[in-house]
């Protein structure tokens, strides 16, 4: 779910998505002994702490040093904006990797398909990328202090079908 605040501070949906755990799409697995994480940034305990994972898909075992340089731009970028630039402090960030048989990830939309980790696809549920991204534009249309406002919230615990 994404909120946004109204002018008296009271939060209310503007785009909710709800994920059915027992989806098929959903897939269960276990950590690989061969699975790294780089700290990125850690700034205290995660109990008083946000932690952020940025999961790598489609590097290979070669591209562990690329994998960390995106981490770091990311980071980098995340918190040149508010309002996570002034409460930068109060994050702990991290990349989680597991090299993939093959660099790069699915573009079904031009044929390619490749051996990852993850199996993810790039521009797959481009209906939901596209009501998001006409969200995004709506939101940013009307002020930009909605936009230092917003909140992401996702609720594994509801099980609805989507």
Not at 65 to 79: I, Q, S
Not at 85 to 100: I, L, P, T, W
């Amino acid at each position: 779910m994404i909120e946004s605040s109204d002018k008296k501070n009271v939060y209310h949906p503007v785009f909710v998505h709800q994920i059915d755990p027992s989806d098929v799409n959903i897939i269960y697995e276990g950590s690989n002994p061969n699975d790294r994480v780089y700290e990125a940034l850690k700034n205290g305990d995660p109990h008083n702490h946000v932690d952020l994972a940025w999961i790598g898909e489609g590097y290979s075992a070669a591209q562990y040093d690329l994998f960390k340089a995106d981490v770091d731009r990311y980071v980098e970028f995340f918190f040149s904006i508010e309002p996570y630039k002034s409460h930068k402090d109060k994050f702990n960030v991290f990349g989680v990797f597991r090299a993939s048989p093959e660099s790069g990830v699915d573009q079904p939309t031009k044929g390619i398909f490749k051996r990852t980790s993850v199996h993810a696809s790039f521009n797959a549920l481009v209906e939901k990328q596209q009501k998001l991204i006409k969200l995004a534009r709506r939101i940013a249309s009307k002020e930009t202090a909605l936009l230092s406002r917003a909140a992401i919230w996702l609720d594994p615990v509801r099980r609805v079908g989507t």
